[in-house]
């Protein structure tokens, strides 16, 4: 069973916001593929992805970070709810964005 990828407002012109960065440093196609990379491995197995930062207070949910490509993720993981929420994304610089 799947899990549903939950953006927000924000992380959403975020992603615009880097996707235009991309482009100038010369990285978007390596910045595009690893949204999609990530956005189907959030998808079909999120546990198994990045690695563990915390445990959110309370649920004892895992907060993940990835690095792939150029791009980094946050994500929060509700198993039970079969859900992740991607809560920041970044553009690294230098040897890692190419």
Do not use: C, K
Request: glycine residues 8%; proline residues 4%; without cysteine.
């Amino acid at each position: 069973m799947e899990y549903t990828l939950v953006y927000s407002a924000w992380i959403r012109a975020r992603l615009r916001e880097l996707l235009q960065q991309a482009v100038t440093l010369g990285v978007q196609d390596s910045a595009l593929e690893a949204l999609h990379t990530f956005s189907e491995r959030a998808q079909s197995d999120p546990l198994g992805l990045g690695e563990v930062l915390y445990h959110l207070q309370g649920t004892g949910n895992p907060v993940h970070q990835a690095v792939l490509g150029p791009l980094s993720f946050v994500f929060a993981i509700y198993p039970v709810q079969r859900r992740v929420w991607l809560v920041r994304v970044n553009l690294l610089s230098g040897e890692a964005a190419s």
